[in-house]
């Protein structure tokens, strides 16, 4: 799985995109790891059993190729994969050399179409609840005289699209879209935090609103370098917000900072220093009192703060009761470069992540799964992998 929030800089703009692991889905098709594998003729989707800390039991099997010719150019990208709640659909957000779209595969039809249609953008998140497979979407262009237009214009805000059908609903949020950074629902679906942003230098503002965009609530404004608020990470119980604060800055890979807040936006605290720009969401474990994150360690190099593959980086969590910060994970302990997306197990006592070198946009990555112990001795944590190392892996998720 690839959580980024991609910053681009072109035409002295520095703007900014998040995607990320959607919830969890309650189907039959959870019990599966999806993959974007490269492939001589493209990118080819396929699939591996999930085990019971979420780690592949099996080398991922093709199911579908995305088509189009699409994987053929070495500047191709599947930026992520996120499966529905309902399970039936599976969110391929990639970048061409003409956009930003969304491929959505049909999990029972073993299809793959374009949602919503003639229309650049990237998928934000799934929203929970409803019909199980409605998601954000942030439109930024459209795409011939068959994109879909707001009584008759374009001038989209935020979308909800249906998954099934295509069709959107769109809602007012005070900017246009393409000043949105991130959008984030609650937990139980009601509400949905956001952040914008004018461009460079001009910080951020995060919002709060319902989920049919009223009763729109400003939270908080932020200047100065750790700026550009995104990433928002709901806790389980839906009374709490982590987030970063990336740089605004034209150097795209600057540290953050990561954040805690109340869903009011008050009691808002730093907790440590965090990788910035590569999109790594922080981590809340089950029980609430957790939060695991990616840390940069190799911050003296500051080839990185521009180059991505220049990137060295562990797995660190952070206690919200004894509030002590910990690294679980790193580059010595792996033999791997990037130690990345960490996710929790079900007791909250070990984080579940994946190490690899940086990816080659010819051949693609080589991930495993490894399992860090979180609970006990504050000394250094045993690390152990729990899968086999995959090749011409793309993206997961």
Known sequence: MLLCIVTVIAGGLTAWKLLWQAPTSTSSANAYIYYTLKDPHGFVLARAPKGPDGQPTSKPQPLVPLGDNFG??????????QLSPDGNYLAIDGNRDHGEQVWMYAVQANTVSFKPNAVMGNFLRWQPGGNGHTFLYRPMLPLGPDAPLDGGSWNPGLWMVDAATGAHVNIDIGTVSSNLIDAVPSPD???????????????SDTYMMHSDGSARTHLFATTGLESVAGLFAWSPDGKSIA????????????SAGLWTMDSSGARQQRLADVDGGHGYLPSWSPDGQKLAFVVRTNTGDHRADKLYQALQCGVGVFNLRTHQERLVATAAQTGQQWNINPTWSALSDRVIFTALNPV??????????WSAQVNGSDGETQVVPISPTFSHVVAWG
């Open 72 to 81: 053929l150019v070495s500047s191709d990208m599947v930026l992520s994969l």
């Open 189 to 203: 679906g009601s509400r949905i935090v956001y952040s914008t942003t004018d461009g460079l230098g001009q910080g």
């Open 243 to 254: 987030y970063e604060r990336l740089a605004d800055s034209p150097a795209p890979f600057l």
């Open 360 to 369: 080659n946009n010819v051949l693609g990555g080589t991930p495993r799964y």
